[in-house]
């Protein structure tokens, strides 16, 4: 196991989200400080050919359908389409169901039924079977952290609310989730200690948790081994029997982290990984895919010491 760079000067992101289809990841979203923007211009898309490993915008048909800029919002991939959900500009938080076609390039609004989610940021999302799963994140509308689950059927488009028994994870943002069978593993994030309010008074929490979907049952395991420190805006992945954690930030101990950890399902036990290379530097709010044996990752944040 080792990091390499294979790419430099692909978009720069932050808080941007990104699936992988094939043989290309695509990028949606996110900001960079060092541009401008306009709350309701049309999000950028970006592609890397994992094969000529080449960035290069995606020119799609600006329709009154398209989406606006964004940032904190999830994408999963489902067959060709990619459904895009949450986020928010610096005006407002979105609710609404937008599709990519990564055949025709081309956006649509899809009607959906059901109980929609309100709008908000910094929220998970994974599909198990033909559902999107979400969960957490800041709600736009009630000021607060969340910590519902609420289920998109992918072939009906009917959103409807999960009431999981067991013990749930606490109100949060900017965790990670991640699907292995029919189960939705949780982990870190930013809590408040007076949730779901935020009084500024963060908390963040190292356990792990999993939904499962079959059961709606909420599961809060103990493992063995050395956990990670609670974080946020880290990334996470499955490969084989694994859940791997890279990054993110704790903003208790102003701490930015490259670390790489992985929590065995199987074994139930957590393991610090010392990977050699060229280490990307210590950041947050970057995304992280893996494609076959490699894991790709890109964009983010880091503090700056002058």
């Known amino acids: ?76 991939a489902y067959g060709d389409k990619v459904f895009m959900w949450g986020g928010r500009n610096n005006a407002v938080a979105c609710d609404t169901l937008s599709c990519f076609d990564t055949k025709t ?12 989610p309100y709008a908000k940021d910094g929220h998970s999302a994974c599909v198990i079977g033909n559902k999107m799963y979400i969960f957490g994140g800041f709600e736009y509308l009630t000021d607060q952290y969340s910590r519902e689950v609420h289920c998109l059927n992918l072939d009906t488009l009917q959103w409807s609310y999960i009431d999981a028994r067991g013990t749930a994870p606490s109100h949060r943002d900017f965790h990670t989730a991640v699907a292995v069978d029919h189960k939705m593993y949780i982990f870190g994030g930013r809590g408040d200690l007076n949730s779901p309010y935020n009084s500024q008074e963060e908390i963040y929490c190292p356990q792990v948790f999993y939904l499962d979907t079959i059961e709606e049952k909420w599961v809060a395991v ?13 990334s996470s992945w499955i490969y084989k029997d694994y859940m791997y954690i890279f990054g993110g930030f704790n903003g208790n101990s102003k701490t930015h982290f490259n670390d790489l950890y992985r929590y065995s399902i199987t074994d139930n036990i957590w393991q610090y990984i010392n990977v050699g290379g060229s280490v990307p530097c210590k950041r947050r709010r970057q995304a992280c895919l893996i494609h076959k044996d490699v894991v790709y990752l890109f964009g983010g944040t880091r503090s700056v010491s002058i």
């Not at 390499?4 to 960079?32: D, L, Q, W």
């Not at 020119?59 to 999963?76: C, I, L, M, S, W």
């Not at 103990?222 to 880290?234: A, D, I, K, Y």
């Open 1 to 76: 196991m080792r990091w390499t760079v294979h790419i430099e000067g692909g978009p720069m992101r932050v808080n941007h989200a990104a699936v992988c289809i094939g043989e290309k990841i695509y990028s949606f979203g996110g900001y960079c400080s060092t541009e401008e923007y306009k709350d309701w211009e049309p999000i950028p898309v970006h592609v890397l050919d994992t094969n000529s490993l080449r960035w290069a915008p995606v020119n799609y048909k600006k329709t009154d359908v398209a989406p606006f800029q964004r940032y904190g919002h999830t994408t999963v």
């Open 105 to 116: 390039l081309e956006w649509s609004t899809p009607t959906v039924s059901g109980m929609v």
């Open 222 to 234: 103990n493992p063995g081994g050395t956990w990670p420190e609670g974080r946020r805006s880290h």
